[in-house]
């Protein structure tokens, strides 16, 4: 069985300040990672996604990948209120499987 | 607009009773999936298809069905077998490959 994990928080940062979010994952050969961000209530949104080749960033959101020790990271600059969320890590294992995996999800609040 | 939707918002069940939750897509995506999200936890995957005629079970298949008749439309039958139907079901849909799930508003589902 595949697995992600994920710390499930919450995590309070305050306005401006930078928020880490971070998730393991098991299996070795995962090649796209993704973070998505869902609102109390509501669906999630895609907010980042990677493939094993690198880094990413846009605008106020940066995604790492750590290869050698399996995880990925969501680094949020400049937090605002509105970042205020559940964020989801999922990983598409190796296979060329269609199918996600999902963390439980990680609670940030940001306090003003 | 395209998108994806799902009907109904809120549905109650009574014990012992097959309901359907209704998913229609026009964002033209070969691939569509149902997700379970129970309180704190992450999505779990119920079905999925990657084209008309055909679906895959996912990791918590048992007491649900689905078919795939057209394209557009993916339904989701919760049948009086599964025990525990309380939860926030969701529908997405993607361009194989899953690079990016795009999301319904979900369906809350009560047993009373």
């Known amino acids: 069985q595949k697995e992600v994990e994920q710390n499930s928080g919450p995590l309070s940062v305050p306005e401006g300040a930078i928020a880490s979010l971070n998730c393991t994952y098991s299996d070795r050969g995962s090649q796209s990672f993704f973070w998505y961000r869902q609102y109390s209530g509501k669906s999630p949104e895609l907010i980042m996604f990677?493939?094993?080749?690198g880094d990413k960033e846009d605008g106020r959101f940066t995604a790492q990948l750590n290869k050698a020790s399996q995880y990925v990271s969501l680094l949020i600059r400049d937090s605002q209120p509105s970042d205020s969320a559940t964020y989801l890590c999922?990983?598409?294992?190796?296979?060329?499987?269609?199918?996600?995996?999902f963390g439980k999800g990680m609670k940030l609040t940001v306090n003003p | 607009d395209g998108g994806i939707t799902q009907s109904p918002k809120y549905l109650f069940r009574k014990e012992g009773q097959n309901v359907t939750l209704s998913c229609e897509q026009n964002?033209?995506?070969?691939?569509m999936y149902w997700y379970r999200q129970d309180p704190g936890q992450g999505l779990r995957l119920i079905y999925y298809s990657q084209i008309v005629n055909d679906f895959q079970k996912g990791d918590i298949a048992e007491g649900y069905s689905v078919s795939r008749e057209k394209k557009e439309s993916f339904p989701l039958t919760v049948t009086s077998a599964q025990k525990n139907p309380t939860a926030f079901y969701l529908c997405?849909?993607?361009?194989?490959?899953?690079?990016?799930?795009?999301f319904g508003e979900g369906s809350w589902l009560t047993v009373v």
């Open positions: 997405a849909s993607s361009i194989g490959g899953q690079r990016n799930l795009h």
């Open positions: 999922a990983v598409r294992p190796q296979g060329g499987s269609e199918k996600l995996v």
């Open positions: 964002l033209n995506h070969d691939a």
């Open positions: 990677i493939y094993s080749n």
